[in-house]
């Protein structure tokens, strides 16, 4: 069964100062998505960033951006410029697409709690 | 485009009762699922649905259940309500099941059992 962990239950960050989420995950599969998912106050689950576990390339979104390391299943969340808004639980979320495979759903991590400090 | 919606949003109910709750997808979406989220225990996969059929099922007990509708809203029933079942219940909805569909998620029905 996949896993994911998030180590740092709770990150603070100064107003425009950049912070990273950290991510690990155990799977035995080879294509699947992982998501970083923002959960603010109001409780509505945001889409913040996904990688395709084939792309080489690590996804950026503006001021968001990850660090993939298939190999060691690691899959951070860097926030660089941080803002009031940022505050909010982060996710880390797995999610395979394996051909033929029927069950898609999301699997994810404890969360990390990040506040923004002005 | 309307988002995903979620009725009610908030729920007070006692043990042993019952409780529905509605979710409907994005227009065009034809692929809801439902998570459970707890502070103890995360968010956790309840079911999902696609054309009115469920393919997938997490590990809860038979008290929770759930069906689709032909214009693709989804409804969640728990029977015999349990202190345990107090949580925050998400819903999300997909063009379809497939991995690559993006899931957006609803703004959840609080449930609170006494």
């Known amino acids: 069964a996949q896993t994911v962990t998030q180590s740092q239950p709770e990150m603070s960050v100064q107003e425009a100062e950049t912070v990273t989420l950290s991510c690990t995950y155990d799977t035995s599969e080879s294509d699947y998505y992982l998501f970083w998912y923002k959960q603010p106050p109001s409780r509505q689950m945001i889409l913040v960033i996904r990688?395709?576990?084939?792309?080489?390339q690590n996804a950026t979104e503006n001021r968001f951006s990850v660090n993939f390391q298939k190999a060691a299943k690691s899959f951070s969340l860097k926030i660089s410029d941080s803002q009031l808004g940022d505050a909010a639980m982060y996710f880390c979320?797995?999610?395979?697409?394996?051909?033929?495979?029927?069950?898609?759903?999301?699997?994810f991590g404890k969360g990390t709690l990040l506040t923004v400090n002005p | 485009k309307a988002g995903v919606t979620q009725t009610p949003r908030y729920l007070i109910k006692t043990r042993g009762q019952q409780v529905t709750l509605s979710c409907s997808p994005i227009?065009?979406?034809?692929?809801v699922s439902w998570y459970q989220q707890t502070p103890g225990q995360g968010l956790q996969f309840l079911f999902e649905?696609?054309?009115?059929?469920?393919?997938n099922k997490g590990n809860f007990p038979g008290r929770f259940s759930g069906r689709q509708f032909s214009n693709s809203r989804s409804e969640m029933n728990v029977s015999t309500l349990e202190l345990g079942d107090s949580a925050l219940y998400l819903c999300a909805s997909s063009l379809g099941p497939g991995g690559h569909n993006e899931q957006f998620f609803g703004p959840g029905t609080r449930l609170t059992v006494l």
């Open positions: 649905y696609f054309s009115e059929t469920q393919r």
């Open positions: 227009s065009g979406h034809r692929s």
């Open positions: 979320a797995y999610r395979q697409t394996t051909t033929g495979g029927s069950n898609y759903k999301l699997t």
């Open positions: 990688q395709e576990a084939y792309k080489q």
